[in-house]
């Protein structure tokens, strides 16, 4: 065949997104350029700007393009209450699935000393000096069920219990192995009000 | 809440393609922006500038960022079979799953009168002058069956009639390995149609 023409070279870059496939990554390549041209350039440009300006929180560590995120912004917060999440994506989701009003820490990650995974990865230095401040009473911890998540737990929970601070699980519904991102609304609103002492 | 999050925004940015909800956006946009920022900005210019330079062939009409696309330029292609396709993706089909190695038109669109599209938003002038060069003996249609499909098909075919070229049209029926009470009703009545000296 000719030289790779830009068309392919479309269809491939589209397969950077999570599945999106071979036949997907085409048909929208097709899509964007005989029906919404305007929208391609309006995706390049907000792509690029967010790879440019998103970081993550410096006080809880989620994705944002600001230096401390809307959330840990917001001083109408419940300062008492914390919630351990691995993932950005865990914020948004109990965000908009439940009516928790407290803190965050974003772990981005669960500790795997195999993979260089430890506690520093994990930003467990800022959590254990933000519990060190002595506003929160419970931490909330919503990691998942792997092996890696439990490990996670219990060393965190090792943390909060050497401060006096109760440590909670979220509980009932998640399904073992499973993302809490995955999870639907009322599950996860479930098991968050059904959290239990860890 | 607060105003748009450039997260928002490229979640809602990442809605122009097709297939994709906001569920998958926002999987899609917290991906590239946690694990895969190289890829993110490589699809950002590559989206850029397939917008700014593809554009339609000037002989056939497919999408191409070169005046004349790679099969119209290939001299070694067959001159005497055309084959007329509604879309650039059915292009990319037949080259992918057939053997065929003629020409093609690509109508961009079926005739619809109503919806101001007439012959000459199809391209079917420029049709009209490439099988009056004389050397097509064959006109392949390979649109769909729908109501307009039709219309479109039986205009092109008066218009090679009138030219003395000959017009077939790829068979529609039970795809291969296809169990006939899983095909749709239309489909099975066409197969029956079309049935042959077996
Ligand atoms: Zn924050
Ligand atoms: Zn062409």
Known sequence: MAETSLLE???EGL?????VGPKSAQRMALH???RDREGALRLAAVLREAVERIGHC???????EHEVCHLCADSSRDRQVMCVVEA??????????TGFRGQYHVLLGQLSPLDGVGPEELGLDQLEARL????????????GTTVEGEVTAHYISE?????????TRIAHGIPLGGELEYVDRGTLSHAFDGRREY
């Open 9 to 11: 070279r479309l269809v």
């Open 15 to 19: 397969r950077c997104l999570p599945g």
């Open 32 to 34: 964007v350029l005989e």
């Open 58 to 64: 410096r006080v809880c560590r989620t994705l944002t």
């Open 88 to 97: 950005p994506a865990d914020v948004l989701a109990i965000e908009q699935a």
């Open 132 to 143: 060190g401040e002595g506003q929160v009473t419970e931490l909330i911890l919503a990691m």
């Open 159 to 167: 943390m909060a219990r050497s401060r006096g601070i109760r440590t």
